[in-house]
């Protein structure tokens, strides 16, 4: 049956696709690639996580069916952790609920609010789910560029007068996936007052909470008076307690948005893994010391990369937060675009990393690295993309052909 699905041709072919083939081809060829192409943090979850996870699967009470709301501990572990780190008091059954990640909660959320035809917006660049959990649903998205050289709200209203029919909902998300960019009280104070005036939902992804720098903890929008009016923000469990695989995220903030959300969910899901919530309430109510310690490792991996390519010549902002940094491509590799100067990295170099238009059209001129490789793999990844960078001509032979046919 020669059928086109909807939903599927709504979608772009992956991006990242072309550059995960290379590198696959290469490993399967025996050459070690360093790579720092996906957030998938690396280095074990914390022991005592693991324990509370084996010693509630052993109880068989346990396997049977979960809630999708998820279970009223972890709940309420979240509100606590909401009231110890930001000082804003949650309705552990009206304003929380478990997802299966943040990227469930997204995606699922987008399904309860939007219909065909609406419109939201989004920045750009951005992680691809903010955009994509919406273009899935059947609506619209409307960019906002944001980042060096860009005005973020004065594109935001931009985006906002010129969209027909007017937006119903905007995602920020800071410290930014792929940007690294963070933002303060302030800024989020004008989010919500540009919402409420504009009858908006705020969808606000906060997933890299934990992963800061430079002592000054990332807020959240939920601190903003009258910020739940209009606002639902996701969390996770993955990077700021070595958890990816484990799928545990939240949503919290407005009641209307979670009762939504929790709605779909119950037509979609039983909830995860009961000793997995489990263990996720031990990681929230527990000892802290492991968040402490794999925040100071990205910022460890984080100096030893930028401070290495800086004097590499390879010039790339500090990040002050996140898992990443936003490097602008060098000079005299620009007209080949993300795509191609991420495969030239590989080729070259043995180096994988994320071609930046895989987060967004204004990403182009941009690759994402990310601090999944220890040090001494990285301190090797410096050392590789040096030789490059410092190679006599300005593009390895095949890619100065290339350019110069177009």
């Not at 050459?31 to 109880?59: C, R, S, Y």
């Not at 299966?100 to 939007?114: D, R, T």
């Not at 750009?124 to 619209?140: E, K, L, Q, T």
């Not at 484990?246 to 209307?256: D, E, H, P, T, V």
């Amino acid at each position: 049956m020669d059928t086109e699905f909807y939903r599927i041709k709504r979608l772009p072919p992956y991006v990242f696709e072309e550059v995960n083939r290379m590198k696959a081809q290469a490993r399967a060829a025996g050459e070690d690639i360093i790579d720092f192409g996906m957030g998938n943090p690396d280095n074990p979850t914390p022991p005592h996580i693991v324990a509370k996870l084996v010693e509630a699967a052993q109880n068989p009470r346990a396997h049977r069916y979960s809630s999708s709301r998820g279970v009223p501990g972890l709940r309420k572990a979240l509100a606590n952790y909401y009231g110890r780190r930001f000082g804003v008091t949650l309705d552990q059954d009206k304003e929380c609920i478990v997802t299966l990640g943040s990227k469930e909660g997204l995606a699922n959320l987008a399904m309860a609010i939007s219909a065909p035809g609406d419109t939201v917006l989004v920045p750009n660049p951005s992680y691809p789910m903010h955009a994509f959990g919406f273009i899935i649903a059947g609506a619209n998205v409307r960019s906002v560029p944001i980042g060096p050289g860009f005005d973020f709200f004065a594109g935001l209203d931009r985006a906002y007068r010129h969209s027909v029919p007017a937006p119903i909902a905007l995602i920020v998300s800071f410290p930014a996936n792929p940007t690294a960019m963070t933002v303060n009280l302030d800024f989020y104070k004008e989010v919500v007052d540009f919402a409420k005036k504009r009858n908006m939902w705020i969808i606000s992804d906060l997933a890299y909470s934990e992963i800061y720098f430079d002592g000054n903890p990332p807020p959240s929008i939920l601190q903003v008076p009258g910020a739940r009016d209009v606002a639902i923000e996701f969390t996770s469990l993955s990077k700021t307690y070595n958890m990816p695989g484990w799928r545990i995220g939240f949503g919290a903030g407005n009641a209307k948005l979670v009762g939504a959300l929790a709605r779909v969910k119950s037509y979609l899901d039983y909830g995860a893994f009961t000793p997995i919530q489990v263990a996720a309430t031990a990681a929230l109510n527990g000892p802290q010391d492991c968040v402490e310690e794999i925040r100071a490792m990205y910022k460890s991996r984080r100096d030893v990369l930028v401070q290495g390519l800086t004097q590499a010549g390879w010039n790339i902002p500090n990040p002050s937060a996140s898992m990443f940094c936003w490097a602008p491509i060098p000079e005299r590799y620009a007209d080949l675009g993300s795509v191609e100067f991420s495969k030239l990295l590989l080729r070259e170099a043995k180096v994988a990393v994320a071609p930046g238009i895989g987060f967004g059209e204004y990403g182009d001129n941009f690759v994402r690295l990310a601090f999944v490789e220890n040090e001494h793999r990285t301190r090797q990844a410096v050392k590789s993309i040096k030789r490059l960078l410092s190679s006599p001509s300005n593009l390895p032979q095949e890619d100065q052909k290339a350019v110069a046919h177009g």
